[in-house]
């Protein structure tokens, strides 16, 4: 025989179940891997200190796709892996996004642990930072 306290047991234990994934999918999707462009960073250097791709630095494990995503909706940005000496781009050719316009996106899957340097080809004051553990 059923009773009502098995009934709102159930009903206690669904909720807790439904609540627990709730919890687990706004994790996942609060963690989607993606770097931005600060807005004017390439008409302006004033986000050299702060960082002119947001995050500056990001750290991700082995096997994650980036999204890097140019949200500067006053300017066209690359995504190129390298350094930059001055104001003299040094590519590595690990990987290029080309040229962005705003709302475009690259994406790319880091697979080797390590640190990957990056910058904007046509506004080499903007320089980032990719570390996979």
Request: negative net charge.
């Amino acid at each position: 025989m059923v009773t009502k306290s098995s009934i709102l047991g159930l009903i206690a234990a669904l909720a807790v179940v439904l609540i627990a994934v709730s919890i687990v999918g706004e994790d996942v999707n609060n963690q989607i891997p993606k770097i931005e462009t600060v807005s004017e960073s390439g008409s302006s250097q004033a986000c050299v200190d702060s960082g002119c791709y947001t995050p500056s630095v990001l750290t991700v494990k082995s096997g994650t796709v980036v999204t890097m995503t140019n949200t500067d909706s006053f300017g066209i940005h690359t995504f190129t892996s390298g350094t930059v000496d001055g104001f003299t781009p040094q590519p590595d050719g690990m990987f290029d996004s080309k040229v962005l316009m705003s709302g475009d996106f690259y994406e790319r899957k880091f697979s080797q642990k390590g640190t990957y340097d990056y910058y904007c080809t046509l506004h080499t004051w903007m320089t980032g930072q990719i570390i996979v553990e």
